[in-house]
């Protein structure tokens, strides 16, 4: 993927396992941290 | 990264950003990190590997831990990891990136190797540029 391109459609689940679509939880710039694990 | 990001978070909010961390990693992780830590920002679970996935992310070769390195880098994280089960994907790579909110990809790192961040200060410029 190359900057300027836009991200699917997805979803990721909040830790209490509720899917949350990506477009929903970016309504503005947002930094995403991608860590392997939360250690 | 994820500590040092909430240490900032202000920073970036004052520049209209807001922060969330996305990982294969367990739920309870995400927990202890909010509870423990002092994490507020969103910590989104991803167990398919379905945003990598999207960005295209590379995983890492098993041969690079026998790079001495990363096998730095492993052990200093073991030190510092919660005892417990093994979580996540352990030939995942780790990254950065900043979406916008028409959700277009405007910066973008990916580590090379384990703990492999760039220097928050690049991330912040980047959002200052949007």
């Known amino acids: ?39 | 990264m994820l500590l040092q990001l909430q240490e900032r978070r202000d920073e970036l909010s004052a520049l209209g950003a807001d922060v969330i961390g996305v990982s294969k990693g367990a739920d309870f992780q995400a927990d202890e990190l909010r509870d423990d830590d002092g994490v507020t920002y969103p910590l989104l679970v991803d167990p398919e590997e379905s945003l990598k996935g999207a960005l295209r992310f590379r995983r890492m070769r098993p041969w690079q831990y026998l790079v001495p390195s990363t096998l730095g880098r492993y052990v200093a994280s073991v030190r510092h990891a919660r005892p417990g089960k093994i979580t996540g994907d352990v030939l995942a790579l780790p990254g950065v990136v900043v979406i916008d909110g028409d959700l277009q990809l405007r910066y973008r790192y990916e580590g090379r190797t384990l703990a492999d961040y760039p220097e928050l200060d690049e991330v912040i410029a980047a959002v200052a540029a949007i």
Do not use: C, H
């Open chain 1, 1 to 39: 993927m190359q900057l300027g391109d836009r991200l699917p459609p997805l979803d990721l689940l909040t830790p209490d396992g509720e899917a949350v679509p990506l477009g929903d939880l970016i309504e503005r710039t947002t930094v995403v941290a991608l860590p392997r694990y939360f250690g």
